[in-house]
């Protein structure tokens, strides 16, 4: 089954750029939708962004001018980019995959099924 | 930004109890809910989609309601691996927003 593995430094310094790739194996990346959440040290969950497999991106308006995600569909892996980090960026970071299921409404039901183990960023000089 | 509260924050109970954690949108979205289980450094793990919709895989003492506004989780006999923290989120628009978590602990 698919499975998704983050790699990517776990010190960043202040105003640097913290750059994360997540690498899926045992399925195509060429569908679905490739997320990134983030979780600070006891808090909950924060949505990033995601990228659909032709490069089309959303992202979090709190974050948007700080974040870039792309997807390499000849390595099979999707990255991010968070510019200017500060202390407030530290977090375990996932990457997770979201696909839908058609319902009997004719509505397409988004969800995250298959999620990375999580890496730990921290933001510190 | 559509934003989801959850009650209780935490809950204690006990093996067998029957438990129920509510999730609640700031607008309406229709049945586009989800939840996740997650626990201490691990990722979170679908339990829940389409408000009501079982994931394959996981235990059917899980279940899911609700639409519009007001959904529910509810496990029907504790078992000593559901002592985690559980996360409701709306995938009708984006962002998507997640509630803030409540917190299963042992009583």
């Known amino acids: 089954q698919v499975q998704l593995q983050e790699s990517g430094p776990g010190l960043v310094k202040p105003s640097e750029t913290l750059s994360l790739t997540c690498i899926v194996s045992?399925?195509?990346?060429?569908?679905?939708?490739w997320s990134w959440i983030r979780q600070p040290p006891g808090k909950g969950l924060e949505w990033i962004g995601y990228?659909?497999?032709?490069?089309?991106?959303n992202y979090n308006p709190s974050l948007k001018s700080r974040v870039t995600i792309s997807v390499d569909t000849s390595k099979n892996q999707f990255s991010l980019k968070l510019s200017s980090v500060t202390a407030a960026d530290t977090a375990v970071y996932y990457c997770a995959r979201e696909v839908y299921s058609y319902g009997y409404d004719g509505g397409y039901y988004y969800y995250m099924d298959v999620w990375g183990k999580g890496t730990t960023v921290t933001v510190s000089s | 930004d559509i934003q989801m509260t959850q009650s209780p924050s935490s809950l204690s109970a006990s093996v067998g109890d029957r438990v129920t954690i509510t999730c609640r949108a700031s607008q309406s979205i229709s049945s586009y809910l989800n939840w996740y289980q997650q626990k201490p450094g691990k990722a979170p793990k679908l339990l829940i989609y389409?408000?009501?919709t079982l994931q394959s895989g996981v235990p059917s003492r899980f279940s899911g309601s609700g639409s519009g506004t007001d959904f529910t989780l509810t496990i029907s006999s504790l078992q000593p691996e559901d002592f985690a923290t559980y996360y409701c989120?709306?995938?009708?628009?984006?962002?998507?927003?997640f509630g803030q978590g409540t917190k299963l602990e042992i009583k």
């Open positions: 045992g399925g195509s990346i060429s569908s679905y939708y």
């Open positions: 389409a408000a009501s």
């Open positions: 989120q709306q995938s009708y628009s984006t962002p998507r927003t």
């Open positions: 990228i659909y497999y032709s490069g089309s991106t």
